[in-house]
């Protein structure tokens, strides 16, 4: 018979790890609170379009990494690569563009991408996605951006720096995409395939290229950053003065890029400060205007964030965060008696109704061996029921951390003493 395993680039969560988790989760609960987002959770598959219009048929994940397959009725899906487009499918479906706007929407969604594996990088993931769909205000820009920074203080991760960028609009970009063309022009045989290949379809993703034969060629590359147009220099200018004001750390990036035409103005990254190649980047996002039209709507402005929860708790660990132990057991029921099933289960299901966690010994096993498993199970006190105290009505309520002190209460009374102890 095989050995099975998780499959390449997914992980077993195991339960030592699950603190981590909750810290994450509930962080996420009181941030998204804080800036008054609502939770909306969306499918783990869409059609497959939905990320060929809404994540770009030139990027990795699309040209690579989805997961797609046929269904049974011949319908071509895609396991969820990222939770933007699904999110503003959803708004434009159900019709989200009459209610108040901004709608402020987070979800915290399993992402599958045929990745290369690596630490912090898997093929299941899970997204931290927040959207802010029906604003073109920079002070919303901002907003986004500290929700994810507040998010990394309430985790204890105090090494992020924003890295904030421009790409201004579609048509003032254009002007720019052609110097960027001429530049990159006489270096194409130098380059990684990947680039080769975006320099025709998608020339801004050359400045996001981790490819080491890319990197000599970025720094000389003309900066955008420095030739926006009037409006979305002042667009970035507000958003500037807001981070400044809010006291988040930023840096203007002038490498840093969203390679699809319906993204402008607002990108930005937050990257841990001894990270000077933005390798581990532990959120990140900008302005959308342009998708929804895109997905069959009407002209709605958006902007938003993703952030991996696997690479969030790594900075955390990284960071020394230290979190509370998975929660142990208060009462380990002790028993050995003939026909003690009935009394045993009564007992532990009294106790478990007050509140109190309750783990039971295994029937058949020695005093010996429960007590040793009670032990291991790190409970508080253990709660004795052998033949003279079940024929009594009693029970031996045992302290296991303290100096092994016991004594003989009611089982009536049974509840009351496990507090008081």
Known sequence: MPRFQAPRGTQDILPDMQPYWAAVNNAILEVTRLFGFKRIDTPAFEDARLFEKGSGDTTDVVEKE??????????????TPEGTPAICRAYLEHGMGSWPQPVRLYTTHAMFRYDRPQKGRY???????????GSADPLVDAEVIQLLYRTLELLGIKTGVVHLGSIDDPGPRRKYVEQLKEYYRPHLDKLSEDSQRRFERNPLRLLDSKDERDLPFKEG????????????AAHMDVVRQALEAADIPFVIDPLLVRGLDYYNRTVFEIVPEDDERAQGV???????????????GPPT?????????ERLILEMQKNGVQVPEPPKPDVFVVHRAEGAAAVVTKVAGG???????VVVGETGRSMKSQFRSADASGARLAVILGEDEIAKGVAVVKDLRGGGEQREVPLADLAQAVRSS
Not at 68 to 75: A, E, K, L, N, P
Not at 351 to 357: K, N, S
């Open 66 to 79: 989805m997961y797609v397959f046929q269904d049974r009725g011949g319908d071509l899906l895609a396991l």
């Open 123 to 133: 093929r299941q993931h899970t997204q931290f996605d927040c959207e802010v769909i």
């Open 221 to 232: 590359a003309p900066k955008l950053v420095d030739q926006l147009s009037p409006e979305a």
């Open 282 to 296: 532990l959120g990140g996002g900008g302005r959308y205007d342009g998708l929804m039209e895109l997905l069959g």
């Open 301 to 309: 402005p958006a902007v938003g964030f993703g952030s991996g929860i």
């Open 351 to 357: 106790l478990r109704r007050e509140g109190i966690a």
